[in-house]
């Protein structure tokens, strides 16, 4: 049970509930700064390119795969002799694509998204100065006094009584 405890005290601390409000509020927001990255900068950015669809700027790098397929069959047949070495016919493969486009755009959302922390913790920051600023600093507390004050204070209220 003690194991419950801990781990609902754990839950439960302030910090925690925080950080899992700034998460969700965090992938909402990365969401939007998506959709702003992708509907609203890049099309534009792909017009002046030429292109209508960012994303889609990409290298076809299947030649690389044709050029090793070919070499592994050429030294396959050195090393068998050339001998019962049949071509093998494989079926048209998939083209094979470097999506440079795709990471850009995501470098760029990656960038605002940043830039967007980064104005909010600044913002925070000055938040924070202001408001120390602007609290009164607490009064220092008077120093304790020391054993002459303390002996001539019973020396006063001693002669006080007696005049009483």
Known sequence: MAFFKE?????????????AVGVIIGGAFGKIVTSLVNDILMPPIGALLGNTDFSQLRIDISKVRDVTT???????GLVTGGEGSEVLVQPAAEPIYWNYGAFIQQCVDFTILAFCVFLMV??????????????????APEPAPSKEELLLTEIRDLLREQKK
Not at 7 to 19: H, I, Q, R, S
Not at 130 to 137: C, D, G
Request: charged letters at 25%; hydrophobic letters at 45%; aromatic letters at 6%.
């Open 122 to 139: 600044k913002l925070m920051n000055r938040l924070i100065k202001k408001k120390a600023a602007e609290a009164p600093a607490a009064p």
């Open 70 to 76: 070919s070499v592994t069959h050429s030294v396959g």
């Open 7 to 19: 781990f609902k005290e754990f839950a439960l601390k302030g910090n925690v509930m925080d950080m």
